[in-house]
């Protein structure tokens, strides 16, 4: 197993362009890079049309691209492209990586026959991973008569039984039930435990959010983002707090919180407030103007950041730059309403 703090993939100015008939080529990918260390799970986020399906592509060896490069465990991948790629393994998004007429354990034997090894040296091993993912009652099924959920949890032990330090999983809980997607991301971090670098490609932000140390986010083609997903979440939090009245607002109290507070919301029964509290001090302000009226306060919560939501931002442009001036814009706007007052 490689040292902790080696990395075991490596992506550097990744680009590539589509031709296309009577106009200048498509430019999918511009640029991409980011590495992955043993034991990470690296979410690998962008919406559709972002360049993340070609750059996963890319990765695994399905698609060359036009410039960069791509290390796995140090082995240039554009150069020896099939010493790397004995280091890596990929399940991909519809269980593409499964034959259908075979029985789960024939999958298995069949796809280490592929990477030279016999069925005598995997057997053991493969009886065990069917055991570990709770596939064993169903080693002589086919895979055409498997759930969607057994079918993915068989596609992920293929990819383990490799026994590739890098593994790849596109959409890895699309389509399964609550239980099954449990079962998933718990494989998901036993992987990492064990040391193994775990590329995860998903639309589910709570998957990513659950599983992920870190994400890479792509969008136009482009990085907009290489962050510790702890980091991110911190960075886009908020002082907002959501406050739930036994009464309405009186058309004063509302003017008061209003110049008080420049991003204050208040809903339009007049009991939901959302104010923004960014000094300590600002709590007794908002109190101060519902204790004139003696205004019942039902509920004062704060609102939580969600990955989904620091994702909307990323891939709108409203990165950590933006935040950060946002943020003294409105400290700034608060602070010449206090001098006015």
């Not at 890319?58 to 020896?80: K, T």
């Amino acid at each position: 197993m490689p040292a902790p703090t080696e990395t075991t993939l490596r992506v550097r100015d990744l680009r590539k362009d589509y031709p296309r008939r009577g106009q200048a080529p498509l430019r999918a990918v511009d640029g991409v890079g980011f590495d992955a260390r043993p034991g990470q799970v690296v979410g690998l986020l962008g919406p559709n049309g972002a360049g993340k399906t070609t750059t996963i592509k890319m990765v695994c060896g399905l698609v060359r691209p036009d410039a960069g490069a791509i290390e796995v465990r140090g082995i240039d991948a554009r150069r020896r492209p099939r010493e790397a790629t004995r280091h890596l393994a990929a399940v991909l998004e519809g269980n593409r990586n499964l034959y259908w007429r075979l029985t789960a354990r024939e999958n298995l034997l069949y796809f280490m026959g592929n990477r030279g090894r016999s069925p005598r040296d995997v057997s053991a091993k493969a009886d065990a991973l069917l055991e570990r993912f709770d596939l064993g009652p169903k080693r002589d099924t086919l895979v055409a008569d498997l759930s969607r959920g057994m079918q993915q949890k068989l596609a992920i032990a293929v990819a383990v039984l490799a026994g590739t330090q890098v593994l790849l999983l596109d959409e890895p809980t699309l389509g399964l039930d609550v239980q099954t997607g449990d079962e998933v991301r718990r494989l998901v971090r036993e992987l990492a435990a064990e040391g193994r670098t775990v590329l995860l490609s998903s639309h589910d932000m709570a998957v990513v959010q659950d599983v992920c140390e870190r994400v890479v986010v792509i969008a136009h083609g482009r990085l907009v983002a290489d962050e510790r997903v702890a980091t991110l979440l911190r960075l886009f939090a908020t002082r907002a707090y959501d406050a739930r009245l036994g009464a309405p607002l009186t058309a004063a109290q509302a003017a008061d919180l209003r110049r008080a507070f420049p991003l204050v919301r208040i809903g339009d029964d007049g009991r939901q407030v959302r104010v923004d509290l960014e000094r300590g001090d600002d709590v007794y302000r908002l109190i101060d103007v519902l204790r004139r009226e003696r205004t019942p306060v039902e509920s004062l919560d704060r609102v939580a950041v969600h990955l989904e939501e620091v994702f909307r931002h990323l891939v709108n442009g409203d990165g950590p730059a933006h935040r950060a001036a946002h943020a003294a814009g409105a400290r700034a706007a608060r602070e010449e309403v206090g001098r006015v007052g």
